[in-house]
Structure formats: structure tokens, C-alpha cells
């Protein structure tokens, strides 16, 4: 048994998509085993994308992320990390194939529904770092 953490994005709160998005987690068979709704503060933000401070879209990022409610989850289940970021579907929407939640509810690059962890060791950071927001 593994756990994940699973970011429901500010878009696809503002757009309705929180219900739909956490049927097709369960009919997946993953479980949600928490979730809060709340906007994630700055130094939240800053600390959990970290690895991209460097990066050219780092503070577009981190404006997207606070600017409206998420939805932090922690997901568990049988090798629930891999399963989860193939139903989640590529980063960019574009690219996703049908039937993922980035195909269905995501609309750019930037503001892209959803959030996975990408390894055990990003899980373990990510929940890490959200677990006393629940
Ligand atoms: P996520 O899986 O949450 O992890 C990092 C995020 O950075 C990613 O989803 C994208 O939303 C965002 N991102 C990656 N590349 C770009 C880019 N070129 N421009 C804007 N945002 C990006």
C-alpha cells in the first residue's frame, strides 16, 4: 500500500470539476483517504514547487497556485503513484491522452487541473509539507 499526494488546482476548482475529477479517482479504484479545500499560502506554494525556482514560469506558478481554493488530497492504494499520474495524463494537455483528468479538465500548460507526486521520495516530501494543513 502506497499514498500520493494529489492536488485538485485552482482552474479546475474555479471551473467545477472537484466531484468529477474525484469519481473518476475512485471508479479508478484509488481511495482518498484525506482531503481539504483551502488556498495554499506563498511560502507554501514556494516550498512544494521548489525544484523549480530556477525555472522561467516559477513565479507564474506559484501565482496560479494561490490564486483561488485548491483541493489537497493524500490518495493510497496498490502502487497508487504510477496509477495515479496515468490517470492524471501528461503535464501538458495537449499532449494527454483521452480519458485523463489533464485531457478532460485541464486548458494549458500552466493551469492544468491537477497536480501528482512523481516518485515515493516526492510523495513522502509532498505530504510532508501539506500534512498539517488537513
Ligand atoms: P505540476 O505537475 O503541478 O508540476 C509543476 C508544474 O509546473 C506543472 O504541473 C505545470 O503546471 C507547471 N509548468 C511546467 N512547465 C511550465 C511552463 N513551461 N509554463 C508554465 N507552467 C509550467
Known sequence: MENTLCIIKPDAVKNGHIEDINKKIEASGI??????????????????????????????????????????????????????RELMGATNPNEAVDGTLRKLFASSLGENAVHGSDSKQSAEREIAIMKNLF
Open 31 to 84: 481511495e482518498i483517504i484525506k482531503s481539504k479545500r483551502l488556498t495554499l499560502q506563498k511560502d507554501t506554494a514556494e516550498e512544494f514547487y521548489a525544484e523549480h525556482s530556477e525555472r522561467p514560469f516559477f513565479s507564474e506558478l506559484v501565482d496560479f497556485m494561490t490564486s483561488g481554493d485548491c483541493v489537497i488530497q493524500i490518495l493510497q492504494g496498490d502502487d497508487v503513484i504510477a496509477r495515479y
